[in-house]
């Protein structure tokens, strides 16, 4: 993360209120905490992220180690409370490429690690071009994996529970290894089975076919099962497309949705396109 990047001069405080674990024990510790944040000139809309930022020392001299995370609810805040927001936080551990040694992610286990009363400052918000459409009768379909879920469940809650009455497609095609790795898809946090009775709305399930041998989800495989509704979409100029999750995913879809365009050219182009009508949208982290 490169700060240089970001405004972090000015913060803002806040204090965790709740943090939750909303997968099974079983598998890799991922959770959603709820933050509050009393300062009336924090707003933020569906899409944004902030940054966490964790006091140091760190690596290489820095006084503060940043890292960007998507709000998980609407701009009506968590639960209808204006002061609070949600972050979806997996607890990360990497590996070094020389040592073998594995080392904790800093922002992942200083968010993890909070328990309610604990204070922490967040910049931001950033990112504007992640939004959902305002025309009601407008298609959104979203792919993601992992916590790549977390703008998505923010778009969900505003479109049926702000907005109303959404008449356009909403399709959410979402990878992860196992049931139980579905965030707000499972028996630990089942909130996005709250919108599986509106007619627009439909989720597609991509889970990974040896989660015991750390093979990826197959989203790809997923979207091709369903080629024909999604090309269909693709193609409606009242689409607009949001993919979110690990950097790996670009290069998946990108291959991917080439296949149903008829050539890698055909489809840079139809990509090039919709991105400059605003209909294209990327959130990728590593």
């Not at 399930?205 to 693709?234: F, G, M, Q």
């Amino acid at each position: 993360m490169n700060l240089t990047e970001y405004d972090i001069s000015r913060p803002y405080k806040a204090t965790v209120v709740k943090s939750e674990r909303i997968t099974d024990e079983s598998t890799d510790e991922v959770r959603h905490i709820t933050l509050n944040v009393s300062d009336a000139t924090f707003h933020y809309l569906e899409g944004q992220s902030v940054g966490v930022l964790v006091p140091g020392p760190h690596q290489f001299g820095n006084e503060t180690h940043m890292r960007l995370y998507s709000i998980a609810n609407a701009r009506q805040g968590e639960e209808q409370n204006m002061s609070e927001i949600s972050l979806c936080v997996r607890r990360c551990f990497y590996i070094d490429e020389v040592s073998g040694e594995r080392y904790p992610g800093v922002a992942s286990n200083f968010l993890c690690d909070r328990v309610p009363g604990d204070q922490v400052e967040l910049a931001g918000p950033y990112g504007r071009h992640f939004m959902p459409p305002r025309d009601k009768t407008c298609n959104i379909l979203m792919i993601g994996i992992g916590t790549g879920i977390a703008p998505f469940r923010a778009f969900l809650k505003h479109v049926y529970e702000e907005r109303k009455e959404w008449t356009g497609k909403v399709r959410l095609f979402y990878g992860a290894k196992t049931g139980m790795d579905l965030l707000y898809m499972n028996d630990k946090n089942g909130d996005l089975a709250n919108y599986y009775d509106k007619e627009t709305f439909k989720a597609i399930e991509a889970l990974s076919p040896r989660p015991h041998a750390d093979a990826p989800e197959e989203i790809d495989r997923t979207l091709v099962e369903n080629k024909d509704e999604v090309w269909e979409l693709v193609k409606d100029p009242k689409t607009y497309v949001y993919v979110s999750g690990l950097s790996r995913l670009e290069e998946t879809l990108d291959k991917t949705l080439a296949e149903m365009a008829g050539s890698a050219e055909a489809w840079g182009e139809m990509k090039k396109q919709m991105a400059a009508q605003g209909r294209w949208a990327t959130l990728f982290y590593e």
